[in-house]
């Protein structure tokens, strides 16, 4: 499989995930032009698209690919019914486009019926996950959000996370203020810095590696807890990661 991140607006990325025959399926397309000029310089013929959530910078170039390709198959939960979704999908739904496999993932937080795709190993997850972040709560709780990244947590190690926004550089500087002490986050913003400076995504990367250096996904790690003054027993780490993300957003 060939995956390709293709940058729009400021920091958006939509995903495209093609394979030998040159088919390919596209993910939480914001804007129709650099989807179709990668199709066009790769020979590309889309199967299908998939949406995460119903947010503009997701949704905003299904209208026009679907003009241009009016039989293609659209993917979606259903607060994407009125974006451009011709099939509505939940969690715990299971996808076969073109022979591969798409487990549908419902994590709820960032909107209500937000949800992410896995096709091993890689998982589009939209906004609710980020390299050493993730979203905002603009619809959904801290307990959602929290049960839903615990739920995306569970996937195997070499998972790679494709997230919708470049975002890394600010959330490691946040971790970094978190737990300032922190080797692996340390050593990880400094890759990142180099990677950025060349103007190189910093994504996919691997759940294994996110696991070291995203602070959402620490939230049962006592200097982490102390730093926070939060000190939580294993049934309510939530709490933990309510009081994370509160200072995310004050950061």
Request: proline share 6%; hydrophobic share 40%.
């Amino acid at each position: 499989m060939n995956l390709i991140s293709i940058p729009a607006f400021q920091d958006n990325y939509i995903w495209l995930l093609a394979n030998q025959q040159k088919h390919c399926v596209i993910v939480d397309p914001g804007e129709s032009a650099p989807v179709l000029a990668t199709l066009a310089q790769n020979q590309y013929i889309p199967q299908a698209i998939l949406l995460t959530h119903h947010h503009n910078d997701h949704v905003g170039g299904v209208a026009d690919l679907r003009h241009h390709f009016p039989d293609i198959p659209v993917y979606g939960p259903q607060e994407t019914a009125s974006k451009g979704a011709t099939i509505m999908v939940n969690g715990g739904d299971n996808l076969t486009i073109d022979g591969r496999n798409y487990r549908v993932i419902a994590v709820p937080g960032h909107t209500l019926g937000h949800i992410a795709y896995y096709s091993k190993p890689y998982l589009f997850c939209g906004d609710t996950l980020f390299s050493g972040g993730c979203g905002r709560l603009f619809e959904g709780t801290p307990e959602q959000m929290y049960a839903s990244i615990q739920r995306l947590a569970q996937l195997p190690d070499e998972t790679l996370i494709c997230s919708a926004h470049e975002y890394t550089l600010e959330n490691l500087k946040f971790a970094r203020f978190i737990l300032p002490s922190d080797a692996d986050i340390a050593t990880y913003q400094r890759q990142i810095m180099q990677l950025r400076a060349k103007n190189l995504p910093s994504l996919p990367v691997k759940l294994q590696l996110e696991r070291k250096i995203n602070v959402f996904l620490r939230c049962n790690d006592i200097d982490l807890q102390r730093k926070l003054s939060v000190i939580s027993p294993p049934s309510s780490l939530a709490s933990v990661f309510s009081e994370l993300r509160a200072q995310k957003d004050r950061f």
